[in-house]
């Protein structure tokens, strides 16, 4: 067996998957990966501004709580100002840009007004209650990096900048195989010895959420000329080929020929628990990953192998996920394999579903994490465990 | 000032949407509502089944490790056994069916064969690696409830039942109405005094990453009249109205002044920060949330305020985000607001962005959580603090 580190090392090394770049309208751009830096051409904010409504001046010219200063002008935002005139005051609001001359803005709750002239009770020093010119970004700044996956914050923040359209890494397409004769689409009849097929769902709806294009090649019988033909469809097709099923070592398994006749195939054991059995290799240059086919091992490889590998070859920069630290509520002793144990999250501490079968795909549904547990490292209840929520790895 | 929880007890009570049901294809289903509870009309596994590749037979007939049994049939998955044949054992295969009359499999690693015949060295109890009928999902049982938000793993154990198409919630339709004489959209020549509107691009973003239909109203000028046609027409298009900008208590604001002659208008100071002024009410019978125009402020009570307000009127039954433990490596006086501080998590703890102020949108890319302070506590470094990483309100 090789462990779950070296095995990542070895599918994460051996990428070549190079995508090209297109250019997107911003408002498409949830979840895409920058292809270049965003630098920004523009200060942000633009001017000096109020960051309240209230009155511009220059300290110089309060004349104190007694005395009034005329108001010279009224700067709403959007309205450019004029030069404020010396010895007087300017009404201005939330956002509006600050007049050549003044240097402070009053708060309007420290104000007095006769709609004409102002009598303003304290004052600030130099500067206060003004956003200055460049504060949240400044222009020529690197604001997000090449390799970033964008997120609503980020959409706005490349909106304020002032950029419309920006150079994304083409979506990964990548290509599902279900392979199995007992295997049989949701919606029809199960006859005897024959399960529904849930694998295409549930990583269908992973790949799409991670932000690849999906080709779904359903199910292939088991049959190796069929095989064949499908594999080397996906492998013009797509960036990547995705099998469940058919890599153990059992007689039935027609995959493993298929692709070594193809390309090249690596069947390794992987230490981990859900989901030993990993096939790695090429289809005619095309990366190849096969997944047991069992429900619960897909699915945990796929978050565990799958994700940080497409995310790679996606040009993802960031693809490794830091596990949160929380309290057991549970015993549970180690084997031999890294066991990534389904679990619940509670404001106590995070509890285990009972049935830790790799058969029971209700496991994955009743909670909203996994615990992760060394090989060899019982767990106690009361110590510190490493939990990662599923939304973690979105 | 009302404190946050008071403010989001106010907005959650006040929900009167209610969004039909619609039935659409399971593989459409990523992010979607349950209408109705997914009930089990099959048992999963249909039947008993082999948990391993290997040799299946009743516990009885092993005639020690020394005789041989005679294999009788070769059971695939998918193919439907015949009754074991009494002191013979069947070849099977991973997933599929035991034969009537058998009551263990005993692994092929533990056997010998000469093709027509396998001798046995040990054999585990009655029941051993068969994976019951049911041990997933008994017949009648509920497996997700209605207003579940569905994930991945979700769909494939809703398909693993053999259920194509589901009942859901028809997408909540969301307004989003920017308003600000000073915002230009990006793609444009800022002019002076000008600003990119960026709360379009977050707002929309967030929404649709909620799963909700968005449709987006642009920038409206500062005029009553108009702000009263767009909203009217939103209060008929969409299930909820959202603004951002002017709510405050400025004289430029007239979104006031409709909403209340179309409706009913609350303004709040709401004890949160960055984002203090917050407006709900409702145009024409559609509710409505005015945010404040500034993106940061826009950003937090958009998460904090308005999505668990959305989610309830889309029928989702678990909005509510349990923030996580983490070391502050910061000091931070508190202030008589619950602040949610722009911050970044790391294995040694969470550090803050220097710049806390509203106006920096690039305190909330430059992290991935916030931290929550409570009104009047101070953060001392090396303490435990609540951390929002943004992911959870995903």
New interface residues.
Partial sequence: MISVDEALERLRSSNRVLVDTETID??DS?GRVLAADIVSA?N????DNS?M?GYALRCEDWPGPDHALEISQRI??????VPLQQGTAARI?????IPPGADVVVMQENCKTDGRCVWINAIREVGGNI?PKG???RHGAI??NAGHRL???????????????IAVLRRLKVAIIST???????????????????????????L??WGFEVMDFGITADDPKIISDVMSEASRKTDAIITTGGV?????DHVKAVVESLGRIELWRVAIKPGKPFAFGEVLGTPFLGLP?N?VSA?VTALVMVRPFLFDCQGVSHADI?P?RQIALFDKKGSARQEYLRTR???NGVEIFE?Q?S????S??WGDGMVVQRAGEDITKGSMVDVI????F?
Same sequence: chains 1, 2.
């Fill in positions: 911003l408002r949830l523009v942000v904010p633009p001017a960051a409504d709403t935002a959007g309205t450019p100002p609001f939330t956002g509006a840009e956003r504060q949240d970004v604001v997000l997120r609503a914050q980020d959409m706005g923040m490349i909106a304020s900048l002032g950029i419309a359209r199995g004769e007992e295997l049989v689409e949701p919606g029809n009849k199960a006859g005897p010895g024959q399960i529904y097929n849930s694998n295409r769902y549930l990583l269908e709806a992973l799409k959420n153990s070592v059992g007689e039935e086919g429900p699915f830091v949160l999250s509670g404001s049935q079968s058969g029971v795909l209700y994955t549904t929520p599923y939304v973690l979105n």
